[in-house]
């Protein structure tokens, strides 16, 4: 049965969304668009959207078959998927189980020290407050979920960790850290929604270190299609056999 | 039985600890001292010291009266109190009942926004990391406390803000918001340290939302002795009566 993309519904830094004539399904564009720090770093990198949207397939449906449920319906063309239509909650779950990034510079950890237990966190989406970290309470106060709903983010987001742990050392690379936006259907189940992509995941090389993901675009560590691209054919030897 | 001060073993920026002659038990000396801004502005303030040892030992007391067992042993002299040497916990336990301060700047909550149920946020005490805000897998993963230490800390800071609440609602004050720091006492149990005074708690008038703390000196809201006099009279006339 072929879809058809009808409106825009929404645009954002990476990614576009459009309704289309299959009710509660929408088609998830991934854009070539680069951005960090805020918006003040921006490049449109050819080939980003392409891989991306390879990678997050790559994942999503591997988190399917392992009885993980997702948004993610089947892909639309090479750059996009169709995905289910949620009400995203706004925020931001991140899940680390090697220091980098925030954890180093904020809170004072040794870069590339393992952490185990993971450490889940949770961000508020607001753009115009440069998406600050939240606990529970902060998110109850702002009545944007209770306890229910955050103990369900938690273990599920580490759910998907473990799997995404296993299948990246499987394909040589450590998953330093990432991020998950989640969403309800109509029926009022949480579901994992957005991406899961090198621009949402921190990801070394398991033997050197070399980081693949978008941290080459933030810190001018390398090109980022090539990284994006030793990600994606890494995966496609492991998340398959 | 008259206790002697030994040599100097700590001193902050608001507080001195002394060693006695009594086995575990320091003297605490509150200082004229007042900083803000990470010690960016700073000034000594006569009466201070005298003041907020006023203010704390009668809020220990009480608290000690209701069963909300505290470090405060008994008076020293006019700015010191007899404490029990606790060891600290390196984590500031903060209520907030009314959105004020850091919940207003990085939050975007609306100023003087009641808050029900309170919100506890943990803050690292760490000078040079500027005491970044943390959640329960940061503490953990520090090795610093572990869940139920923190389950403890919250119930115990939430006891002890319904106390202070109806103290000084009696005494025609909103408790806005306020830090606690916790320790071990030697047989493990974890007692409540540090010091409640118009340094470490955010009030204002009942009636008029009128700054009382130090907010005055943080933001030249007027003279911070003149509102520490306040409180410690309004204080006075509710806590023996």
Known sequence: MEVKKLEKIYEGKAKIYYR??????????????????????FAVIEGKG???????????????????????????????HLVL????????????????????????????????PPIVEFYLKADELHDPIV??????????A??????ELEVEALKVND???EVFNKASMKLVD????YGRARDGCVILGDEITPDTCRLWDRETDNTLDKDRFRFDKGDLIEGYRVIYERLLRVVYS
Do not use: C, W
């Open 163 to 165: 799997a995404l742990v």
């Open 50 to 80: 392409y891989l991306n949207a390879r990678i997050s397939a790559l994942l999503f449906r591997e988190l399917k078959r392992r009885g993980l449920e997702n948004h993610y319906v089947d892909d639309y063309d090479d750059k996009s």
């Open 146 to 151: 209770d306890d229910d709903t955050l103990d």
């Open 20 to 41: 289309t004539d299959r009710d509660g399904v929408l088609i998830q564009e991934f854009k070539d668009h680069a951005t960090a720090f805020d918006g003040e770093k």
């Open 85 to 116: 239509e949620l009400k995203m909650i706004p925020v931001e779950v991140v899940v680390r189980n090697i220091a980098a990034g925030s954890l180093v510079k904020r809170l004072g950890f040794e870069m590339g020290k393992a952490i185990s």
């Open 135 to 144: 606990n529970r309470y902060h998110i109850k106060a702002l009545g944007i």
């Open 178 to 181: 990432f991020k998950l936006e």
